[in-house]
T-cell receptor, first 115, second 113 residues
Framework: DSGVTQTPKHLITATGQRVTLRCSPR?????VYWYQQSLDQGLQFLIQ???????AKGNILERFSAQQFPDLHSELNLSSLELGDSALYFC??????????????FGSGTQLSVL | LAKTTQPISMDSYEGQEVNITCSHN???????ITWYQQFPSQGPRFIIQ???TKVTNEVASLFIPADRKSSTLSLPRVSLSDTAVYYC??????????????FGAGTRLFVKA
């Protein structure tokens, strides 16, 4: 158990809908990272937050947004969903930010199916 | 951004030593090299990290030559349960103090009995 909690584990929705994925980092960790992993694809970095502030951005679509709250949990909002958004979404956390030797701890993911 | 290149897949047999090499030709001076393991439908798990020379823990060894343009993850005496995808990561520290973590495609290791 990495200590990172993601909910829900599974989510089934329809095209055009909006969903929210939730992540609670390990106790004491201030950074949260979001990733998308499609079938047979590698991990695509979406965005990183540190202590409530956005710190790094990857190839995140404009239909996607995220935020980190004062209690350090984070939410990833996906809107106007398309079939291609079906994927496993991972959250990871680390203690700090801006250090190359950060160790990331990953949650077990949210499997999103868009029908 | 230090891009990494790894073999797409490797096969091995139980009890053998497996070496997976990652190329990172434009690694920056302050960059560390970190390896993760991922099983199907699970989040990646930290294996080992290093900056130069050799690092060893209870799971693996990491060899980094002096020029640091590549690194080799060594798994001693693999078992069937080592079948997984292995990612080499060289994170990019950006101006905002963020850590842009670009994972490559990874290496799919298949261990056979």
């Amino acid at each position: 158990d990495s200590g990172v909690t993601q909910t829900p584990k599974h989510l089934i929705t329809a095209t055009g809908q909006r969903v929210t994925l939730r992540c609670s980092p390990r106790s004491g960790d201030l950074s949260v990272y979001w990733y998308q992993q499609s079938l047979d694809q590698g991990l695509q970095f979406l965005i990183q937050y540190y202590n409530g502030e956005e710190r790094a951005k990857g190839n995140i679509l404009e239909r996607f947004s995220a935020q980190q709250f004062p209690d350090l949990h984070s939410e990833l909002n996906l809107s106007s969903l398309e079939l291609g958004d079906s994927a496993l979404y991972f959250c990871a956390s680390s203690y700090s930010s801006g250090r190359s030797n950060e160790k990331l701890f990953f949650g077990s993911g949210t499997q999103l199916s868009v029908l | 951004l230090a891009k990494t290149t790894q073999p797409i897949s490797m096969d091995s047999y139980e009890g053998q030593e497996v070496n997976i090499t990652c190329s990172h030709n434009n690694i920056a001076t302050n960059d560390y090299i970190t390896w993760y393991q991922q099983f199907p439908s699970q989040g990646p798990r930290f294996i080992i990290q290093g900056y130069k020379t050799k690092v060893t823990n209870e799971v693996a060894s990491l060899f980094i030559p002096a020029d640091r343009k590549s690194s080799t993850l060594s798994l001693p005496r693999v078992s069937l349960s080592d079948t997984a995808v292995y990612y080499c990561l060289v994170g990019d520290i950006i101006g905002t103090g963020g850590f842009k973590t670009i994972f490559g495609a990874g290496t799919r290791l298949f261990v056979k009995a």
